[in-house]
């Protein structure tokens, strides 16, 4: 049986997929829930296609959805519950070691009927940072938390320096909390690096973003 994986495209839900495949499970699917205001992951600012395309590099289904006038959990309950129609056994996530988060998760998907798996859970944050960069996946900073973050992030490339800053700076390395957030665009299991263009930056809630363009076609 098939597994989803819950992504935004980051870091950490990508080598979690790594991870997850390299022990035999067989992963199809794509699992995301947007803003229907703005079509973008919120907090990420990654937006749909984008999202779309770094899934299916990955050769995985989109399962998607959206908010407004729905609330998150409504739609994530029927997500998983169409999930659970397609025969999916369960699905994988890339937590760490907010526990909170793990178990607001776990009961739904539990509830849907699904198992829960997390490939990262309990590793070490600094470490698993690295191990991305190690691995040799591409990923960049799209999105900072000014309370919590330097702007200074945003844009770069994911490497062993960036990580060091990180640590420097007294955030989680993987930024668990919310510090920072990453799109992965090539690596171990693409089958083609996920067309990306910058064209500005823009703030929402509190964090700074980059606006980016891209997906399939180029299109918005």
């Known amino acids: ?12 839900a990508t080598l979690a997929l790594h991870r997850a495949r390299a022990r035999g499970l067989e992963v ?8 229907g205001n703005t079509d973008m992951v919120r907090f990420h600012g990654t937006p749909r296609p984008i999202l ?8 995985l289904e989109p399962r998607f959805d959206h908010t407004h006038p729905r609330g998150f959990e409504e ?4 997500l998983l519950a169409g999930l ?16 909170d988060i793990r178990a607001w998760y776990e009961e739904r998907v539990r509830g849907a009927g699904l198992e829960h798996r997390e490939p990262l859970w309990g590793s070490d944050p600094e470490a698993v940072a690295r191990e991305v960069v190690r691995q040799g996946f591409a990923a960049r900073v799209i999105s900072v938390n000014l309370d919590l973050g330097d702007p200074e992030w945003l844009g770069r490339g994911l490497d062993q320096a960036l990580v060091d800053e990180f640590v420097a700076a007294g955030i989680d390395p993987c930024g668990e909390r919310g510090e920072y957030h990453t799109l992965v ?4 299991g ?11 930056e823009a703030e929402r809630e509190g964090h700074r973003y980059l606006v980016l363009r891209g997906g399939p076609s180029g299109d918005h």
């Open 1 to 12: 049986m098939s597994w989803a994986l819950a992504t935004a495209g980051g870091k950490d």
């Open 28 to 35: 199809r699917w794509a699992l995301n829930v947007f803003e």
């Open 52 to 59: 779309e395309a770094h899934a299916r590099a990955l050769g």
């Open 75 to 78: 739609v994530m309950d029927g």
């Open 84 to 99: 659970r129609e397609e025969g999916a056994r369960g699905v994988v996530f890339g937590n760490l070691h907010l526990a």
């Open 185 to 188: 665009t090539d690596g171990p």
């Open 190 to 200: 693409f089958a083609h690096p996920v067309p990306l263009e910058v064209t500005g």
